[in-house]
Nanobody
């Protein structure tokens, strides 16, 4: 069973930056995209960013120009660089892998933006 392990969350002041990492415990077959969702209390889960195997990316309008998704295939890891963070970015961030079969999900990492 493949596990996705997220790291890099925490408490940051508005305007600050964080980099989230999502490392897969083993090689994943039949995948075609990886990315991040976020879940804030009382809100629907929102797709934040995704990256396909061809390197193409997609972002939620609310994070365009502030967040950057990238992947290191050699390390089997996806990153989310988050800059100019706002209080409304506060949420649990979950990484995922889309594949031809059951998707994989991480446990989530808390990001809190507050002064």
């Amino acid at each position: 069973q493949v596990q996705l392990v997220e790291s890099g969350g925490g408490l940051v002041q508005p305007g600050g930056s964080l980099r989230l990492s999502c490392a897969a415990s083993a090689r994943i077959f039949n995948d075609y995209a990886r990315g991040w969702y976020r879940q804030a209390p009382g809100k629907q889960r929102e797709l934040v960013a995704s990256i396909a195997n061809d390197g193409s990316t997609n972002y939620a309008d609310s994070v365009k120009g502030r967040f950057t998704i990238s992947r290191d295939s050699a390390k089997n890891t996806v990153y989310l660089q988050m800059n100019s963070l706002k209080p409304e970015d506060t949420a649990v961030y979950l990484c995922y892998v889309k594949r031809l079969g059951p998707d994989y999900w991480g446990q989530g990492t808390q990001v809190t933006v507050s002064s």
